[in-house]
C-alpha cells in the first residue's frame, strides 16, 4: 500500500533560519504529492502540491520538488518567521485513488 | 478559500453517552466528504469516506455501527458517537472534498476534540 515519512519533530528553529522537513514516499505509479500546514486551532491547509515528477510546488516562500528518482517530496523555506510555526504534513493520493495517505506529520516552532 | 465548519469545537461527555459532531461546507457543496481521527502528536487517520445520498465506506477496523455518519446533503455531514468510550476520546476532523474537476484537492473543517470520561 501507500505510505508517507516524514522526519520527527519537533523542529525548533530561530526566526530567519533555513528549514528543511524531509518526506520520502511508497506508491505505485505516479502519485499526486502535497503538504498540509495546520496552524494552532485550525484545520489543514493545503500549503502546495505538486501532480508529476520534477514539477515544484511553491507557496508563501515554501518550496517542494517532486523527485521521482528518489520517492521524496521535501519541504524548504528559506527564512522562516514565527507565524511559520505549526504542524507541517506530507501527504500523497495514488495514481489509482483518491483518499489522501498522510505522513506523521512535523511540529515546527519558530522562536523569535 | 473554501470555508468549513465544525461543531462543537469540543464535547466532554461521560462513557455511554452519543454524540453527534456536524460537518458544514459554507460555500461549496461537498459531494465527498471524509472523516478522520486524529491521535495526540499522530497523522490523520481515515475512518469513513461517504458520498452525498449513499451509505458511508468505513476503512477497514473502524466499526460503523459505533461511528454513524450521514451525509444527507451537499453542505452537511454528521458523525455520530454511539456509546461513547474513554478509548474515543480523540480529534475527529471532516474533509469536504467538491467535484469542481480537481480531484486531489480537499478542505478540512478545523476538527472536534471529544473527551470521553
Known amino acids: 500500500g501507500n505510505s508517507v515519512t516524514q522526519m520527527e519533530g519537533p523542529v525548533t528553529l530561530s526566526e530567519e533560519a533555513f528549514l528543511t522537513i524531509n518526506c520520502t514516499y511508497t506508491a505505485t505509479g505516479y502519485p499526486s504529492l502535497f503538504w498540509y500546514v495546520q496552524y494552532p486551532g485550525e484545520g489543514l491547509q493545503l500549503l502546495l502540491k505538486a501532480t508529476k515528477a520534477d514539477d515544484k510546488g511553491s507557496n508563501k516562500g515554501f518550496e517542494a520538488t517532486y523527485r521521482k528518482e528518489t520517492t521524496s517530496f521535501h519541504l524548504e523555506k528559506g527564512s522562516v518567521q514565527v507565524s511559520d510555526s505549526a504542524v507541517y504534513f506530507c501527504?500523497?493520493?495514488?495514481?489509482?485513488?483518491?483518499?489522501?495517505?498522510f505522513g506523521g506529520g512535523t511540529r515546527v516552532l519558530v522562536k523569535p | 478559500g473554501a470555508v468549513v465548519s465544525q461543531h462543537p469545537s469540543r464535547v466532554i461527555c461521560k462513557s455511554g453517552t452519543s454524540v453527534k459532531i456536524e460537518c458544514r461546507s459554507l460555500?461549496?457543496?461537498?459531494?465527498?466528504m471524509f472523516w478522520y481521527r486524529q491521535f495526540p502528536k499522530k497523522s490523520l487517520m481515515l475512518m469513513a469516506t461517504s458520498n452525498e445520498g449513499s451509505k458511508a465506506t468505513y476503512e477497514q477496523g473502524v466499526e460503523k455501527d459505533k461511528f454513524l455518519i450521514n451525509h444527507a446533503s451537499l453542505t452537511l455531514s454528521t458523525l455520530t458517537v454511539t456509546s461513547a468510550h474513554p478509548e474515543d476520546s480523540s480529534f475527529y476532523i471532516c474533509?469536504?472534498?467538491?467535484?469542481?474537476?480537481?480531484?486531489?484537492?480537499?478542505?478540512f473543517g478545523p476538527g472536534t476534540r471529544l473527551t470521553v470520561l
Open positions: 501527504a500523497l493520493v495514488g495514481a489509482a485513488g483518491n483518499k489522501l495517505t
Open positions: 474533509s469536504p472534498k467538491t467535484s469542481d474537476g480537481d480531484s486531489d484537492t480537499q478542505y
Open positions: 460555500d461549496f457543496q461537498a459531494t465527498t
